[in-house]
């Protein structure tokens, strides 16, 4: 695995799982996340990434939940008693900054907790902020990290109310394109037609919620890997066929050619070999 920093490539460890390098560290260690700025460090509780959730975890098929709700059920979780004050300052303030990676993202966690509890480990994707937010790499825009998105109380729980339902609306929009590409019937040739326009579908729409920003292809990689898994592929055998798909191909802040998808679309087919992947 290799994670970039400052443009470059460098060696990472190999994360479990297959998780992106620079997106998972154990509890209470501290990992060096690449920014564009260089590498950040900060500390990340192991059990609230969004990256180890399996398609099981997350299908909306499987976790019934009422949007119009959220609202009035993130106001009546324990943290939504105590949304913390965010210090005078702007963004690049190290009072501020001090903050948000303190008081600031124990909240957030509490939060998650809290969501986790409420609505099931699905809901951990809740905070998966596109770009450089406070995860990185996700599909979700109403909530950024901490100190952009912590403001007064009710503003703060409106923007978690908003990042859970827009996270849950493309788990939906996921699970509907997943069955638009049934890989269960036909003809081993027709299986594999259908995996390689079920990928190139996939990847574009990743692309198109994340803005191919900060580390968008660990969350494309996880993609592609339910859509296999929601189709009988073992876990690791799924992901081990994407990882051997993707190769490095694809990079932070780069959004990749219709070429290169379509390249990977056809390395991932390849590999189905008309379905004994099952």
Request: net charge negative; glycine share 10%.
């Given at each position: 695995?290799r994670?970039?920093s400052?443009?470059?490539?460098?060696?990472?460890?190999?994360p479990?799982l297959?998780l992106?390098?620079?997106h998972?560290?154990p509890d209470g260690e501290?990992a060096?996340?690449?920014?564009r700025?260089?590498?950040l460090?900060l500390?990340v509780?192991y059990?609230?990434?969004?990256?180890?959730?399996g398609?099981?975890d997350?299908?909306?098929a499987?976790?019934p939940f009422?949007?119009?709700?959220?609202?009035v059920a993130?106001?009546?979780?324990?943290?939504?008693?105590?949304?913390?004050?965010?210090?005078?300052?702007g963004?690049?303030?190290?009072?501020?900054?001090a903050?948000s990676?303190a008081?600031?993202?124990e909240?957030?966690e509490a939060?998650?907790?809290?969501?986790v509890?409420?609505?099931?480990?699905?809901s951990?994707?809740?905070?998966?902020?596109?770009?450089?937010?406070?995860l990185?790499?996700?599909p979700?825009?109403?909530?950024?990290?901490p100190?952009?998105?912590?403001?007064?109380p009710d503003?703060?729980l409106?923007?978690v109310?908003?990042?859970?339902?827009?996270w849950?609306?493309w788990l939906?929009?996921?699970?509907?394109c997943?069955?638009r590409h049934q890989?269960d019937?036909?003809?081993?040739?027709?299986r594999?037609l259908a995996?390689e326009?079920?990928?190139?579908?996939l990847?574009n729409l990743v692309?198109?919620?994340t803005g191919a920003?900060?580390?968008?292809y660990?969350?494309c990689?996880?993609?592609?890997g339910?859509?296999?898994?929601r189709?009988?592929?073992?876990?690791?055998?799924?992901?081990?066929?994407?990882?051997e798909a993707?190769?490095?191909?694809f990079h932070?802040?780069?959004q990749?050619?219709?070429?290169l998808?379509?390249?990977?679309?056809e390395?991932?087919?390849?590999?189905?070999?008309?379905?004994?992947?099952?």
């Amino acid at each position: 695995m290799r994670q970039e920093s400052g443009g470059k490539a460098v060696e990472a460890a190999v994360p479990p799982l297959g998780l992106p390098p620079g997106h998972w560290i154990p509890d209470g260690e501290i990992a060096l996340r690449p920014t564009r700025a260089g590498l950040l460090s900060l500390r990340v509780s192991y059990d609230l990434a969004p990256h180890v959730l399996g398609w099981a975890d997350v299908d909306p098929a499987r976790h019934p939940f009422d949007a119009a709700a959220a609202p009035v059920a993130v106001a009546g979780l324990g943290p939504a008693r105590s949304v913390p004050v965010r210090p005078a300052g702007g963004a690049a303030d190290r009072a501020v900054i001090a903050w948000s990676y303190a008081e600031g993202r124990e909240w957030t966690e509490a939060m998650t907790r809290a969501l986790v509890e409420r609505y099931g480990p699905w809901s951990l994707g809740w905070r998966w902020a596109r770009d450089e937010g406070d995860l990185g790499g996700g599909p979700v825009g109403a909530w950024c990290c901490p100190r952009d998105s912590i403001t007064t109380p009710d503003d703060t729980l409106a923007r978690v109310a908003a990042a859970l339902c827009e996270w849950r609306s493309w788990l939906e929009e996921l699970a509907e394109c997943f069955e638009r590409h049934q890989l269960d019937s036909g003809s081993a040739g027709q299986r594999s037609l259908a995996w390689e326009r079920a990928t190139v579908q996939l990847v574009n729409l990743v692309v198109d919620r994340t803005g191919a920003g900060d580390a968008w292809y660990g969350h494309c990689r996880q993609v592609l890997g339910w859509f296999l898994t929601r189709w009988g592929v073992a876990p690791d055998a799924a992901d081990l066929m994407v990882a051997e798909a993707i190769d490095g191909r694809f990079h932070s802040w780069a959004q990749p050619s219709r070429e290169l998808v379509a390249e990977v679309a056809e390395q991932l087919a390849a590999r189905s070999d008309g379905g004994s992947a099952w």
